[in-house]
């Protein structure tokens, strides 16, 4: 049996929102182990860990490499600690970047690490603590909260993952305005999707694969293959030069960031849920924008929203009525509000109670408490106080789901195209 022994690199917290993107540096450190002869043993890796972690700059992902533990592993080493020597944007209080190489299998105590970086919070000491305990060579730069991410970046399993191409920019063009040519962005979407995703939100018009940050980044385009990435690519015309590129392997629209709750009570805030309850109120908009109503189970209550960037996606939730059962997905933000990312119908209330029609035609009013209904048309009394059940026609549909729309979707958020009904 040939045992292959593998170097592990985790690198996270490098750039700021003023510049840089981990990722870059990373295709940068892969072009100089080109040049050296050292190969990858897989594609680079981009885990996208808790989207409500303090410290991040954007999207909060770390990056990690693979490459055979042989004679160039040192040189691999002086290479990783030199790029991020000279590219982390070491100036913005916020960057504290962390270095991890590991020599081993992942483990499972690794994996339940990496798990815990997306579903809670992890503090650099205690990153620290376990990488030493597994044997990590751990580099910290100013405070070094980069081997948080780092660590996890290396060790989470990818059970389900998808694929990022990355363009860079030269570096003159940063901060200006990219030059990418819209049409052809509407034309690869037409040519390549649902193999490719989230290049457009055409309720928006929003072209989703150019970045609005002054970071190296040109575009980027996500996919479930390889080969549809490079089709893309061919499609995607820029009038500024592409001095790079990169694919990435990413836990990017996995859903991994979602867990199964048992009921609403065991829901924490700052994690992110899949639970089913029954709408409460009929959802209402405040100043701002956003929407909101509560869901209930045996357990509680929760509010849930739906906020201004998402759009036309209120109009949907505004359809919700009490006595509706749906399941939710979603995180617990900063106000205790679920965050809603999708939802599935489980089960319309089609039948609502209203007061009774009269012989006449007109539909009755309340003659009092406990007095029954009065006709105000033709003055027609009944005893009876019971509303009548009446079957209502419904804008949504059981079973059905629905989405936020591609502009305000998370990175880890699985988009229905790759749902699989
Ligand atoms: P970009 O997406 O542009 O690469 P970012 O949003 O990933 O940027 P970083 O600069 O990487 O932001 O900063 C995120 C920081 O949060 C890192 O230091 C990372 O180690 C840390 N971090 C990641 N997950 C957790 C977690 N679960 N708990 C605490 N800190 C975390």
């Known amino acids: 049996m040939i045992i292959i022994n593998l170097l592990y690199i985790g690198i996270d917290d490098t750039d700021s929102p003023d510049g840089m993107c981990t990722t870059y540096l990373a295709s940068q450190i892969i072009n100089e182990f080109k040049e050296n002869g050292i190969e990858l043993a897989d594609y680079p890796r981009l885990i996208r860990l808790n989207p409500f972690a303090r410290h ?30 000279e590219l982390s944007m070491f100036d913005c209080d916020n960057t504290n970047p962390g270095v991890i190489f590991y020599e081993g299998d992942i483990t499972k105590e690794m994996e339940d690490y990496a798990f815990r970086a997306i579903y809670e919070f992890i503090t650099i000491e205690e990153a620290e603590e376990f990488g030493k305990s597994i044997g990590c060579e751990i580099h910290k730069f100013k405070k070094g909260r980069g081997i948080i991410g780092s660590i996890a970046a290396i060790s989470l399993p990818l059970s389900d993952f998808t694929f990022e191409l990355l363009a860079y920019r030269a570096s003159e063009n940063y901060g200006t305005k990219r030059q990418i040519d819209y049409e052809s962005v509407y034309k690869m979407d037409k040519e390549t999707f649902p193999d490719t995703f989230e290049n457009i939100d055409y309720s ?207 990175h880890l958020s699985k988009p229905l195209c790759r749902m699989k009904f």
Not at 61 to 70: A, F, R
Not at 270 to 293: A, L, Q, S
């Open 56 to 85: 991040k700059t954007r999207g909060n992902g770390g990056v990690s490499l693979k490459i055979l533990n042989d004679e160039k592993a040192s040189l691999a080493k002086e290479i990783v600690l030199s790029k991020v020597e």
């Open 204 to 410: 928006e018009n929003y072209i989703a694969i150019e970045p609005k940050t002054p970071c190296p980044v040109l575009y980027g385009i996500r996919s479930d293959s390889v080969e549809a990435l490079e089709k893309a690519k061919e499609i995607v015309q820029v009038q500024e030069p592409i001095v790079d590129w990169c694919i990435f392997k990413t836990n990017q629209h996995t859903d991994m960031h979602i867990q199964k709750a048992r009921d609403i009570a065991s829901m924490k805030q700052f994690g992110c849920y899949c639970i089913t309850g029954e709408v409460k109120n009929k959802p209402t908009i405040i100043d701002g924008g956003h929407m909101f109503f509560y869901i209930g189970d045996k357990s509680g209550e929760i509010e849930c929203g739906a906020y201004e960037p998402t759009k036309n996606f209120r109009k949907i939730v505004s359809h919700l009525i009490p006595g509706d059962v749906i399941q939710v997905y979603g995180g617990i933000g900063e106000q205790n509000t679920f965050n809603i990312e999708k939802f599935q119908v489980i089960k319309l209330n089609d039948i609502v109670y209203q007061n009774p029609i009269c012989e006449c035609g007109k539909r009755m009013t309340s003659a009092g408490k406990n007095k029954g209904f009065k006709c105000k048309k033709c003055g027609k009394r009944i005893e009876s106080s019971e509303k009548v059940p009446v079957k209502i026609k419904r804008n949504l549909e059981n079973s059905k789901f629905y989405e936020t729309p591609v502009s305000a979707r998370r």
